[in-house]
């Protein structure tokens, strides 16, 4: 099995994957941007981004769809649930991290680099928004799910703080004072080993 991707990507969740589920592979560190469009590399990904797995001839690429079939084939409960109730709540926030998290996180970092104060504003108060659902989601849980750490909450974790920086928590304009819950929990997914050996890689 092999992981194309620097620790320094969006590929990181994917290798945090990989080490979380104790899965033997070899990562290919190709850089975004540069390496990551190189006529090699297209024959893999023909969209230029990382990361891609290829696992034995099988070709999978965006990092939250080789997270979710890996956990699939390698995982077991509690990582990976075997209900689908349980199997459901996991593609609902591996999902809501993409689609409702990511873009407002996104957009509020071009703002602050853009200078425009007023974008800026709008964008923190769109990213505070849904923090705020995910704030009320965990107040009374350790987790997602429950009690346990399952690969739901490895995926959203790794949008709000991948391996290789510190993520909203590095953000003055975010008011972390108001999200605890949110920040408690990322704290706790972020101690785990695999986490740790994701940030020692190329």
């Given at each position: 099995?092999?992981?194309?991707?620097?620790?320094?990507?969006?590929?990181?969740?994917?290798?945090?994957?990989?080490?979380?589920?104790?899965?033997?592979?070899?990562?290919?560190?190709?850089?975004?941007?540069?390496?990551?469009?190189?006529?090699?590399?297209?024959?893999?990904?023909?969209?230029?981004?990382?990361?891609?797995?290829?696992?034995?001839?099988?070709?999978?690429?965006?990092?939250?769809?080789?997270?979710?079939?890996?956990?699939?084939?390698?995982?077991?409960?509690?990582?990976?649930?075997?209900?689908?109730?349980?199997?459901?709540?996991?593609?609902?926030?591996?999902?809501?991290?993409?689609?409702?998290n990511e873009p407002r996180q996104?957009?509020?970092?071009?703002?602050r680099r853009s200078g425009d104060?007023?974008?800026?504003?709008?964008?923190?108060?769109?990213?505070?928004?849904?923090?705020?659902?995910?704030?009320?989601?965990?107040?009374?849980?350790?987790?997602?799910?429950?009690?346990?750490?399952?690969?739901?909450?490895?995926?959203?974790?790794?949008?709000?703080?991948?391996?290789?920086?510190?993520?909203?928590?590095?953000?003055?304009?975010?008011?972390?004072?108001?999200?605890?819950?949110?920040?408690?929990?990322?704290?706790?997914?972020?101690?785990?080993?695999?986490?740790?050996?994701?940030?020692?890689?190329?």
């Open positions: 099995m092999k992981l194309y991707g620097t620790s320094k990507s969006r590929a990181s969740r994917s290798l945090w994957a990989l080490e979380e589920l104790a899965v033997a592979y070899e990562q290919i560190p190709i850089a975004p941007y540069t390496q990551s469009r190189s006529p090699e590399y297209l024959r893999i990904n023909p969209n230029g981004h990382i990361p891609a797995l290829d696992d034995d001839g099988l070709i999978i690429w965006e990092s939250m769809a080789i997270n979710l079939y890996l956990a699939d084939k390698h995982g077991r409960a509690p990582l990976w649930p075997g209900t689908p109730a349980e199997r459901g709540a996991i593609y609902q926030w591996s999902f809501w991290a993409v689609t409702e996104v957009a509020h970092a071009l703002a104060a007023s974008a800026s504003k709008a964008a923190l108060e769109g990213l505070m928004s849904a923090l705020a659902v995910l704030n009320t989601h965990l107040r009374r849980r350790s987790y997602l799910l429950g009690d346990t750490f399952t690969i739901a909450d490895l995926n959203l974790a790794s949008c709000l703080r991948e391996p290789q920086e510190h993520g909203i928590g590095n953000n003055d304009e975010i008011k972390t004072s108001v999200i605890p819950a949110v920040m408690d929990w990322l704290d706790r997914c972020c101690e785990r080993p695999s986490y740790r050996a994701v940030r020692d890689l190329p």
